[in-house]
């Protein structure tokens, strides 16, 4: 099936830092398909990196004018006067209609640019006391992964960066794609955006070690009663064994991460199919479709109804 490309500007600032720079242009240019065109766009030829090397640009700032996404990785120090013609620039972009994301301090950019006001964002936790002092009209959340208000997304440091642009592929192509990046870079095919940035990363069952085979019969019975003595004797050992070494390989518990499945595969079956609410409550193990709508709205803040008729929107016209 053919897609439109989806043209991804990726704006390298002076001092850019190299990890969060590269989480972008790997995850939205480097998966074997062209659903992205990524080009790396500098107010300058060439910028350094908080590491030494450079990096060099395929375009200047005029790079964004055509840009679907722009992405503005963090730079340090973050807290210098930004270009006015970088700020300008995403003005304009922001101004016809472009989608602006930033992963870590980039948003301090965003904020100079005074894109951020009135609205909720994030970044690093180590510099979120920063960004709200200094920019009091950003609506600043420590404590999340990353925010998504529509046009514009802001993601906490490093790998959180990694979840946000998984999540915009989510977004723009369903759980498959996302799910193929996600193993392309052996990272975990989702986290929420508003779990707290301190929590260790769920794995994904092909990722989760000793305790691969207990994951992936839970993904295989999610219709099941499937209680921690059950995961136990799968695993053969004790619930409270069970409990501590799964944890300690997964960084949940053994429950939160048969929930954490359960939701994968339902936004998977209102993404991919007919089935109604339902059908899918069943499916996946929630029982009633009223219990699949309570964490549907605890863990998302929407309804599996409303989420259905917005991926749908998304697919037909992703960014």
């Known amino acids: 099936m053919a897609f439109p490309v989806h043209r991804v500007a990726v704006l390298a600032l002076d001092r850019l830092i190299p990890l969060d720079f590269a989480i972008p242009v790997q995850l939205f240019g480097g998966n074997g398909d062209s659903r992205y065109q990524v080009r790396v766009c500098a107010p300058k ?14 375009a200047g700032l005029r790079g964004l004018a055509r840009a679907d996404t722009v992405v503005v990785p963090g730079f340090a120090p973050h807290d210098v006067p930004v270009d006015p013609a970088v700020l300008a ?4 972009a922001n101004a016809r209609g472009a989608r602006l994301v930033s992963i870590c301090t980039g948003a301090f950019a965003l904020a100079q640019a005074g894109l951020l006001d009135g609205r909720p964002a994030t970044t690093h936790w180590e510099y979120t006391a920063e960004l709200s002092r200094d920019h009091p009209g950003v609506l600043v959340r420590p404590d999340v992964l990353y925010v998504d208000d529509g046009d514009i997304l802001t993601s906490a440091g490093v790998s959180a960066g990694m979840d946000l642009c998984l999540h915009i ?8 794609e996302a799910r193929r990046v996600a193993r392309n870079v052996v990272a975990a095919p989702h986290r929420d955006g508003n779990q707290a940035q301190y929590v260790d990363r769920p794995v994904h069952a092909d990722e989760a070690g000793v305790f691969a085979a207990v994951c992936a019969w839970i993904t295989r019975n999610l219709d099941a009663d499937i209680s921690l003595a059950t995961m136990a004797r799968q695993a053969a050992m004790s619930p409270r064994t069970l409990s501590r070494r799964f944890n300690q390989s ?18 998977r079956l209102l993404e991919s199919g007919p089935l109604s ?5 069943t499916r996946c193990g929630f029982g009633t479709a009223l219990n699949l709508r309570t964490h549907f709205r605890r863990r998302l803040d929407t309804t599996p109804t409303a989420y259905r008729r917005a991926f749908h929107h998304q697919r037909r016209d992703p960014g």
């Open 277 to 281: 609410v339902d059908e899918i409550a």
């Open 89 to 92: 620039a995403l003005r304009r």
């Open 169 to 176: 592929i989510r977004a723009d192509h369903g759980v498959a």
């Open 45 to 58: 030829p060439q910028v350094r990196t908080t590491v030494g090397f450079g990096i060099t640009a395929d």
């Open 250 to 267: 997964t960084g949940v518990t053994p429950m939160q991460w048969v929930l954490a499945a359960r939701m994968d595969e339902a936004r």
